[in-house]
């Protein structure tokens, strides 16, 4: 293993996950100067190192009743913040890491000092994941394109299919992690990750729609209630989003 990363050989691992799409969507989470994301959440300041907090794409209220303001509050502003922080501390003494997106460290973790790879594996994954996930929230009232549609019903059984699996993904997660919506090899399929694992490390897929299961995303709202807090949540997702990110994927 070597200390010194190759910005190509992230920049080749995006490619293969079928990340380098939508270039005209460009990200403050893409590294400087370089590759799109699927992430498009601007960015605050962040005077720590290169990785940012994403301001909410909406008002910590926007989700209720479904997800509580609090919450949201708490789960952004404390929970997302610190994985940003502590994605900053761990590549603190990494100059070739700190060129890397968020992506790139995700997808290339294999490439990464193990001295820092557990703290960029939890770190980068919940900062990639927690910025997924405010994206894919906030469009109450919106469907999956007919492209998806279609696709869910080819591969899945159909949009409450997937739905039904999505939260029985979830609630068999022991602990803490994520229920995914995936495109593994041109199809949709249903994963889970441990902790804040994402699917693009094992390459079981990319993600197109993932819903956190940790207790901190629903205790205040539902105690011990993963199931109800599931059920709900699907209220909230942006279709719009999520579409967009499935055609993203097939098209690269
Ligand atoms: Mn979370």
Same mark, same amino acid.
């Given at each position: 293993?070597?200390?010194? @990363?190759? +910005?190509?050989?992230?920049?080749?691992?995006?490619? %293969?996950?079928?990340?380098?799409?939508?270039?005209?969507?460009? &990200?403050?989470?893409?590294?400087?100067?370089?590759?799109?994301?699927?992430?498009?959440?601007?960015?605050?300041?962040? !005077?720590?190192?290169?990785?940012?907090?994403?301001?909410?794409?909406?008002?910590? =209220?926007?989700?209720?009743?479904?997800?509580?303001?609090?919450?949201?509050?708490?789960?952004?502003?404390?929970?997302?913040?610190?994985? @940003? =922080?502590?994605?900053?501390?761990?590549?603190?003494?990494? !100059?070739?890491?700190?060129?890397? &997106?968020?992506?790139?460290?995700?997808?290339?973790?294999?490439?990464?000092?193990?001295?820092? +790879?557990?703290?960029? +594996?939890?770190?980068?994954?919940?900062?990639?994941?927690?910025?997924?996930?405010?994206?894919?929230?906030?469009?109450?009232?919106?469907?999956?394109?007919?492209?998806?549609?279609?696709?869910?019903?080819?591969?899945?059984?159909?949009?409450?299919?997937?739905?039904?699996?999505?939260?029985?993904?979830?609630?068999?997660?022991? %602990?803490? %992690? #994520?229920? #995914?919506?995936?495109?593994?090899?041109?199809?949709?399929?249903?994963?889970?990750? !441990?902790?804040?694992?994402?699917?693009?490390?094992?390459?079981?897929?990319? !993600?197109?729609?993932?819903?956190?299961?940790?207790?901190?995303?629903?205790?205040?709202?539902?105690?011990?209630? +993963?199931?109800?807090?599931?059920?709900? *949540?699907?209220?909230?997702?942006? *279709?719009?989003?999520?579409?967009?990110?499935?055609?993203?994927?097939?098209?690269?």
């Amino acid at each position: 293993m070597t200390a010194t @990363v190759s +910005r190509r050989s992230f920049v080749g691992a995006m490619a %293969g996950a079928g990340l380098l799409v939508g270039q005209q969507r460009a &990200s403050v989470l893409a590294a400087p100067g370089g590759a799109s994301s699927i992430l498009t959440n601007a960015a605050q300041d962040a !005077p720590d190192g290169p990785h940012t907090l994403p301001d909410l794409p909406y008002d910590y =209220a926007a989700l209720e009743p479904h997800i509580d303001t609090l919450t949201m509050q708490i789960h952004h502003d404390k929970h997302h913040a610190a994985y @940003v =922080a502590n994605l900053n501390k761990a590549v603190a003494d990494y !100059p070739d890491l700190q060129a890397l &997106s968020v992506e790139q460290l995700v997808t290339g973790l294999d490439s990464v000092p193990e001295a820092i +790879r557990t703290a960029v +594996r939890n770190n980068a994954g919940g900062h990639f994941n927690h910025s997924m996930f405010w994206e894919t929230m906030g469009a109450s009232g919106t469907k999956p394109s007919d492209v998806l549609t279609s696709a869910l019903d080819r591969d899945l059984g159909g949009l409450e299919a997937m739905q039904t699996a999505v939260n029985e993904a979830g609630t068999k997660r022991f %602990g803490s %992690g #994520w229920s #995914w919506l995936v495109v593994q090899d041109g199809k949709l399929a249903v994963v889970s990750s !441990p902790n804040q694992d994402s699917s693009l490390m094992d390459n079981s897929g990319t !993600p197109i729609l993932g819903v956190d299961v940790w207790e901190h995303a629903y205790y205040l709202l539902y105690q011990n209630k +993963r199931a109800d807090y599931l059920t709900a *949540w699907w209220n909230v997702v942006n *279709w719009d989003v999520v579409s967009q990110r499935y055609a993203d994927t097939l098209a690269s």
